[in-house]
């Protein structure tokens, strides 16, 4: 039983990390777009929106992995893990465009 707990915190430790990650870059596109020419600017604010809403999602999963039971972690993490990547992957999209 414990093996499952400290298997879900250091998973949330992980998901906690890239979210850092994540919000660091988000300050660093809304820097860029401060000092984008005007018609550019749009185009940034669209990412960073989409960016937001990937990490906000992310968060979201996170909240629901901590506050998980051991037995609904092992019911939960194969499509935990899913969604996570998921997010992952849009966020990167997200942030490559730029």
């Known amino acids: 039983m414990e093996e499952k707990k400290m298997d879900r915190d250091a998973y949330v430790e992980k998901m906690k990390a890239k979210l850092d990650e994540w919000n660091a870059e988000i300050d660093k596109m809304q820097a860029q777009a401060k000092s984008a020419q005007a018609d550019n600017q ?57």
């Open 42 to 98: 749009a185009a940034y604010e669209k990412q960073l929106a989409e960016m937001r809403k990937q990490r906000d999602e992310a968060q979201a999963k996170m909240k629901e992995a901590q506050a998980a039971s051991d037995a609904a972690w092992d019911d939960m993490r194969k499509g935990m893990e899913s969604a996570w990547e998921n997010i992952s992957s849009s966020f990167q999209k997200a942030w490559s465009r730029f």
